[in-house]
């Protein structure tokens, strides 16, 4: 029997968001549903909504989300009514060349559910990274929901859906920060924080954090960071060198997205160093750089999907870490909000003022 329940829905490009009311199928072959305890604001859902991902509207925003399994469908073995756990924009099919090879990380056909959740007319909505999880439930694909330890609370646990595991997993997975390391991370919002997070608690023995914002700079010393650059009126990569004995960093990460600072970040490696891109460009951008430089100062420039994360093999560590005071999730919630805060909590991230609002339901 389907259900009708409250939703955050982006009705056109650039209008302010809407809570309607939404129908969420029964589960169907291979599909659960989810009730939604907790959901991070992100800025994907914002570029949702501003028309910059694709013009499928009408959008089901949110997909950093935990709750927990209401009803599955058949075939669903490993997943049952009440299990705790948090949702997943990635869930590998097995079958992709990518899975084949052993990369499941990289899974070019990552399964979602098959039903279309509607408004109430019948429009099928288009879910925000496969979930929609600004509702009181949603529909996902078995594969995307993954159960985690329920001792920890939904609005630290859900954020290991999106921010946390892209930001952590660019220094963990991509960068592959070791022992003894040094790394400099440039934007230091959520995700940059996690990228923080991710090295200090991967052994980096130095972890320079890079903004332009002191409060932001302030808060990433919680996160593990040993030392802080202003960029606004200095040059990052001088003082990013002048830290590391004139060398350079061993890992530079790039959580912003815009070709200035992947520039700082590929300038401000050791020789041989690794640049990751987390930080997701707009569609327009480009990056010019002298063709011997790329050549001449060696290294990989490597892009983080996900955090090139495995949600089966992460999610359950990632709050195991948090549950032993490893990683702080709770550092990251700057607000817990009502699903009709979305658009405001929206207007806070972009004036740099939160972490991550989370809503409640």
């Known amino acids: 029997m389907p259900h009708e329940v409250r939703a955050v829905v982006a009705v056109k490009k650039g209008a302010p968001v809407e809570v309607q009311t939404i129908v969420v199928p029964d589960p169907g072959p291979g ?3 989810v009730s939604v305890q907790a959901c991070g604001v992100c800025h994907t859902d914002l570029h949702y909504r501003e028309g910059a991902v694709n013009d499928d509207f009408p959008f089901l925003l949110g997909h950093e989300a935990a709750g927990t399994i209401e009803s599955v469908g ?7 009514p009440g299990d705790y756990v948090v949702l997943a924009w990635r869930a590998p ?3 992709c060349r990518s899975c084949r090879r ?4 990289y899974c ?12 109430l007319d019948g429009t099928p909505l288009s879910p925000a990274l496969g979930i929609g999880a600004f509702a009181e439930k949603t529909l996902v694909a078995a594969g995307q929901a993954v159960k985690v330890d329920p001792a920890a609370p939904p ?6 859906g999106c921010g946390v595991m892209a930001g952590y997993g660019a220094a963990v997975n991509t960068g592959n920060v070791g022992r003894g390391d040094t790394v ?4 230091c919002g959520g995700v940059g924080n996690a990228a923080i997070a991710g090295a200090s608690l991967a052994g980096a023995r130095r972890v320079i954090a890079v903004d332009i914002d002191d409060r932001k700079l302030d808060a990433a010393t919680r996160f593990g960071a040993t030392h802080t650059v202003n960029s ?3 040059d990052a990569i001088e003082a990013v060198r002048g830290l590391t004995g004139g060398f350079g960093v061993d890992v530079a990460i790039d959580a912003v997205g815009l070709p200035e600072t992947y520039r700082q970040a590929f300038y401000m490696r050791d020789h041989a160093g690794v640049l990751v891109q987390v930080g997701v460009p707009d569609p327009d951008m480009r990056i010019d750089l002298p063709l011997i430089d790329l050549f001449s100062r060696g290294g990989a420039l490597r892009s983080s999907w996900y955090g090139d994360c495995l949600p089966s093999r992460d999610f359950p560590v990632l709050i195991d870490q948090y549950l032993s005071g490893g990683l702080d999730l709770n550092a990251f919630v700057s607000e817990k909000i009502a699903l009709g805060e979305v658009e405001q909590a929206f207007a806070k991230m972009q004036r740099g003022e939160v972490l991550r609002s989370v809503v409640m339901l």
């Open 108 to 119: 070019f056909a990552s399964r979602n559910a098959a039903q279309p959740m509607t408004l």
């Open 155 to 160: 609005e630290a646990a859900g954020l290991i």
């Open 184 to 187: 400099a991370v440039i934007g």
């Open 93 to 95: 099919c097995g079958n």
């Open 31 to 33: 599909e659960v549903l």
């Open 102 to 105: 052993g990369r499941p990380w």
């Open 232 to 234: 606004l009126g200095t």
């Open 74 to 80: 058949d075939g669903v073995t490993d997943l049952a």
